[in-house]
């Protein structure tokens, strides 16, 4: 007696064969977004991400395919077994197109935040085309989290800037100078010693604060709670933990130039400071995470 084939056939597709089989039929998109985005993320490399300012670029776009990497089992657990999806193609086409559009747009005329903010919309829309608004919804954090990659105009930037840079140049003057350190403070020009330093954009601007606020979204997606009070708060306290971590990091720079001279200030221990900023951010929100999550729970405890 001959086997029954079909019933064979009918057998769900394992998730692993599933990605082989995607990964292939894909390969024409793949190589497309390629043609597109690699000469993009060449000049980054070698223009905006290499500023202070725009640094923080580079490991948005990394985390962000991680997360994608991380959901994809679930975008194809969402795509029919036999390949076909549950898209609306005639809905998703719009925001493809649009993509398209601000890709050109941006390339051709050298407006970096339309050419980047393409990249975020064109995977979105490939995504809900090729498996269905359940795959988009599995993966909107994602395509979100790309934004804060985006850089925003310059009028802007510098019209918010200044009176962050204001508040944090307040800060280390009060606190150094109820410390017993000699300075004093014009503007954003701080006066330590001999030594006059500028608190600059990068040092506390909104950049910081977009690349922080992204921080703890990305701690929110990977901790995600049950209680509403929790994650809003803690998204909301995101704001006064950047304006924390950028004065400690301004005071730990002020220091090092009053202690180990202009040179030390500005040279590698600059950088080092830049680590200091995240490090002592990752620890605010870790604590104030703490915190939430004790109260909550005390709270809903009978």
């Given at each position: 007696m001959m086997p029954d084939n079909t019933q064979a056939l009918a057998?769900?597709?394992?998730?692993?064969?599933?990605?082989?089989?995607?990964?292939?039929?894909?390969?024409?998109?793949?190589?497309?977004l390629a043609l597109l985005f690699v000469p993009?993320?060449?000049d980054?490399?070698?223009?905006?991400?290499?500023?202070?300012?725009?640094?923080?670029?580079?490991?948005?776009?990394?985390?962000?395919?991680?997360l994608l990497w991380r959901k994809w089992p679930a975008v194809m657990a969402a795509a029919?077994?036999?390949?076909?999806?549950?898209?609306?193609?005639?809905?998703?086409?719009?925001?493809?197109?649009?993509?398209?559009?601000?890709?050109l747009l941006g390339r051709s005329q050298h407006i970096l935040m339309f050419e980047i903010g393409a990249m975020p919309v064109l995977l979105a829309a490939l995504v809900w085309l090729g498996f269905g608004g359940a795959a988009l919804r599995a993966t909107w954090f994602a395509f979100f989290f790309m934004l804060f990659m985006v850089p925003l105009p310059g009028e802007l930037v510098a019209v918010l800037t200044l009176p962050m840079k204001m508040a944090v140049s307040y800060a280390t003057e009060t606190l150094l100078f109820a410390?017993?350190?000699?300075?004093?403070?014009?503007?954003?020009?701080?006066?330590?010693?001999?030594?006059?330093?500028?608190?600059?954009?990068?040092?506390?601007?909104?950049?910081?604060?977009?690349?922080l606020e992204a921080l703890g979204l990305f701690y929110l997606n990977l901790k995600p709670h049950a209680s509403t009070l929790r994650n809003v708060a803690l998204a909301l306290l995101i704001v006064?933990?950047?304006?924390?971590?950028?004065v400690i990091r301004v005071i730990v720079l002020t220091l090092i130039t009053y202690h180990a001279g202009a040179a030390a200030?500005?040279?590698?221990?600059?950088?080092?400071?830049?680590?200091?900023?995240?490090?002592?951010?990752?620890?605010?929100?870790?604590?104030?995470?703490?915190?939430?999550?004790?109260?909550?729970g005390r709270r809903d405890a009978p």
């Open positions: 057998l769900p597709v394992s998730l692993p064969a599933r990605l082989r089989a995607a990964a292939g039929q894909w390969w024409p998109v793949w190589a497309g993009t993320l060449v980054l490399l070698h223009g905006a991400w290499a500023t202070e300012e725009q640094g923080h670029g580079p490991i948005i776009l990394g985390l962000a395919l991680w029919l077994p036999d390949g076909a999806t549950h898209g609306t193609p005639a809905a998703a086409s719009m925001p493809l197109l649009l993509g398209l559009m601000l890709y410390a017993g350190y000699p300075i004093s403070r014009a503007g954003v020009i701080l006066q330590i010693g001999q030594y006059q330093l500028l608190v600059a954009d990068a040092c506390a601007g909104l950049q910081t604060l977009l690349t006064p933990i950047s304006f924390t971590a950028n200030g500005q040279g590698f221990l600059h950088g080092f400071a830049g680590i200091v900023l995240f490090l002592t951010a990752l620890c605010l929100i870790l604590a104030a995470d703490s915190v939430l999550q004790w109260h909550t």
